[in-house]
């Protein structure tokens, strides 16, 4: 028996506690939360089921925890869970899973499934059976920062691009501003307009704000890949720069799973309540506009459509914000078949796109987005999450639709209305 493998099954055995003993009990075996997840609606394979993704969690569940499973286990009745059954869950737990949320949404006993594979990833990294490209992003994390291995260097070029090219301040290390701001690995490489944006936005509010040159990284690969003290280093990061500056609210860029982190799961990975509050920029904007300090003008002459990234509208419950932001500057805004808080997820979220084995089947879960996105007959989609808008953009590229992505904040910053206010 291997030392990582005895690791990975204590690491389960930690990880089960009353909801998860109570959620396996009330199973009623009814496949709905199949149903929900684009990664068995887009296959057929009822390998992808979400509960079956659990297997030797609920199968350690029940041989340690339970009377009837112990028995059968020391009668020799029971088989227990071997390392090469967690090796061979590997896929099912990391590559066909992005965390979406939706099956817990269906259950009708009110099981969070998504949860308990947050949870089983504790165990599968624990027992060394996390994909190469999680492993790889979450050590780049803890040495420079960032899973992308982004320097402060390369934030330092794009801070100079955007001030040239908008005529902004992009303030560093400001005590006592409104808003620390961080962005994603994506935002910084790909998409820099975001900061850009950010600034414009501000400026015009009166809004103050400023970036941290130790803590402008939102990822949070820790979640990800299940390892919460990674996870727990990798927030109080963020909280450590935070308190320093003394800001009112850190402001969770366009990523989805880092305001998860950072949000919902931050206060308890640090063990306390924060001093100060933790919003999604969307949320921010429209704090603006309702105190009469973002003002929008013009609009988008074509028809467009929303993403909603999951871990943004439908477990944070930002999904108002975008609508109101957006019907103030798309007249022929359209809604997603099943958009909002069931919206189908892009099938790169929860590291997925991090990791190159999954590559194969996140094309054939993409299906689903491109139906939705064909369905309506737009030529422009708007989502609010960079990770999102990266995968969807290489998935279009690779079924050759001609369709152009966008931010929402630089959407909004390219609207404001400059004689407002
Ligand atoms: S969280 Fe989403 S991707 Fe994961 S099993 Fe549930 S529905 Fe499928
Ligand atoms: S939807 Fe809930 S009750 Fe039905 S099979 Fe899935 S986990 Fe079990």
Redesign the pocket.
């Known amino acids: 028996m291997s030392a990582s493998y005895e690791r990975g099954i204590n690491a389960f055995m930690e990880v089960i506690d009353a909801p998860v003993a109570s ?1 396996f009990s ?9 149903e ?1 997840c684009l990664f068995y609606t887009e296959t057929g394979d009822p390998q992808y ?3 079956h993704k659990l297997e030797p969690l609920r199968r350690t569940w029940q041989q340690e925890y339970t009377l009837l499973g112990r028995l059968a286990k020391l009668a020799g009745l029971a088989k227990p869970v071997t390392d090469e059954e967690l090796a061979a869950w590997s896929p099912l737990v990391y590559d066909s899973c992005s965390m979406c949320g939706r ?1 817990s949404m ?4 009110g ?1 969070d ?1 998504t949860m308990m594979i947050r949870k089983m990833r504790e165990g599968m990294a624990a027992a060394g059976h996390a994909p190469e490209g999680l492993v790889t992003a979450t050590a780049r994390s803890i040495t420079s920062g960032s899973p992308a291995g982004v320097k402060w260097v390369t934030v330092q070029a794009q801070i100079k691009r955007m001030q040239a090219q908008f005529g902004i301040e992009i303030p560093v290390n400001k005590e006592g501003a409104d808003y620390l701001v961080l962005m994603s690995s994506w935002e910084i490489l790909n998409y820099p307009e975001y900061l850009g944006a950010v600034g414009r936005i501000f400026a015009k509010a009166g809004a103050t704000w400023t970036l941290a040159d130790d803590a402008y990284e939102a990822t949070n690969s820790g979640i990800q890949i299940g390892a919460s003290d990674l996870a727990r280093q990798l927030v109080g990061r963020i909280v450590a720069a935070a308190e320093r500056l003394k800001v009112k609210c850190v402001i969770s860029p366009e990523c989805g799973h880092a305001y998860t982190a950072i949000r919902w799961e931050g206060p308890n990975l640090m063990g306390r309540a924060f001093g100060f509050e933790v919003k999604h920029i969307l949320e921010v904007l429209d704090d603006l506009r309702r105190a009469g300090r973002l003002k929008l003008k013009g609009s988008i002459d074509k028809p467009l459509t929303y993403h909603d990234p999951c871990q943004i509208s439908r477990r944070g419950g930002v999904h108002e914000q975008p609508r109101t932001l957006l019907n103030q500057i798309a007249p022929q805004f359209r809604e997603m078949n099943d958009g909002g808080t069931m919206n189908w997820c892009c099938g790169g979220g929860g590291g997925v796109s991090a990791n190159e084995r999954a590559e194969a089947l996140r094309t054939i879960a993409f299906k689903r987005k491109k139906a939705q996105i064909e369905e309506l007959g737009v030529d422009t989609v708007v989502t609010a999450c960079a990770n999102c808008r990266v995968v969807i953009e290489e998935a279009l590229e690779h079924y050759h639709m001609d369709i152009e992505m966008l931010g929402l904040t630089e959407l909004v910053a390219e609207h404001l209305d400059e004689e407002g206010i």
């Open positions: 959620f009330s199973c009623v075996h009814c496949g709905l939360c199949a929900s089921a979400p509960i099956c269906v259950c009708p006993v099981n499934i």
